[in-house]
């Protein structure tokens, strides 16, 4: 990308935020607040140091940002269409990767902003609770871990709302479409995992690669999906078909 089209592409990111934190009312910034008591001291009170220490919140924080970014990337073209401004964006100088990216670009940062945030909140809120206990922080490769299949899976899911939200007439119907798209991705691993042959099933647990590898594995999957996704949206963005 040129300077300018990232210039264009933060230029239509601000404007999402600015529209998310005021013109969308109060909900947003009450949601926000929320998000944050709830995963950054309600819960981690409740759960003590296993929130910063166990390996299966790591795993519970790695789907965090994937699900930040499904509450707004349905807003992305439907929201515009809606409001009757996608007529008015489209009408601009702005490049089609710009509008686009912008678009992936607003959720993403939002969800990263929102997720680091009530993490670090958490660590505070952990130790003044067990301070007694001595001081606790995330391990390194867990912090890393976290925010590596957490970033692609927001890209992932933000590509695949931007591709729904073109097609959709209202928000509601993005909205709707997405979930149902997220829920049939989780569940199709599952049922093929269940539809495969018991000795199968047992070879796989007695070979499977460490926690570390299964880790990687994941970000490698996830990377690629993410370039398909994500060059899928750019094939299927055409001002021609949105402003018709």
Same mark, same amino acid.
């Given at each position: +990308?040129?300077? #300018?089209?990232?210039?264009? $592409? ?45 390996? /299966? ?6 789907? $965090?940002?994937?699900? *930040? ?8 073209? /439907? ?5 009757? #401004? ?27 902003? +929102? #997720? ?5 909140? /958490? ?11 001595? *001081? ?9 871990? +976290? ?9 992932? $899911? ?22 149902? #798209? ?21 070879? $796989?647990? /007695? ?15 996830? *990377? ?21």
């Amino acid at each position: +990308m040129t300077t #300018t089209t990232v210039a264009d $592409v933060l230029a239509v990111a601000s404007k999402e935020w600015r529209e998310l934190l005021g013109q969308r009312g109060g909900r947003g910034k009450a949601g926000i607040a929320l998000f944050i008591a709830a995963f950054g001291i309600i819960i981690p009170l409740q759960t003590g140091r296993a929130w910063i220490t166990s390996p /299966a919140v790591s795993v519970a924080w790695s789907w $965090v940002p994937m699900f *930040l970014v499904s509450t707004i990337i349905a807003d992305a073209f /439907a929201g515009e269409r809606e409001r009757h #401004t996608l007529e008015t964006l489209l009408a601009t100088r702005l490049s089609d990767n710009a509008i686009l990216f912008g678009k992936i670009t607003a959720a993403f940062g939002y969800a990263g902003a +929102m #997720t680091i945030t009530s993490q670090l909140i /958490a660590a505070v809120t952990v130790n003044l609770a067990t301070w007694r206990s001595g *001081l606790v922080f995330y391990s390194p490769q867990m912090f890393v871990t +976290m925010c590596a299949i957490g970033a692609c899976g927001a890209v992932f $899911v933000g590509a695949i709302g931007v591709l729904i939200s073109l097609r959709a007439a209202t928000v509601r119907q993005a909205q709707q479409a997405l979930s149902g #798209t997220i829920v049939l991705l989780l569940l199709l691993p599952l049922v093929a995992v269940r539809l495969l042959p018991a000795e199968w099933k047992r070879s $796989v647990l /007695a070979n499977a690669p460490a926690a570390s590898q299964l880790a990687v594995i994941g970000f490698g999957a996830l *990377l690629l999906l993410d370039i398909g996704a994500v060059a899928l949206a750019m094939h299927r963005f055409q001002r021609n078909r949105l402003i018709a």
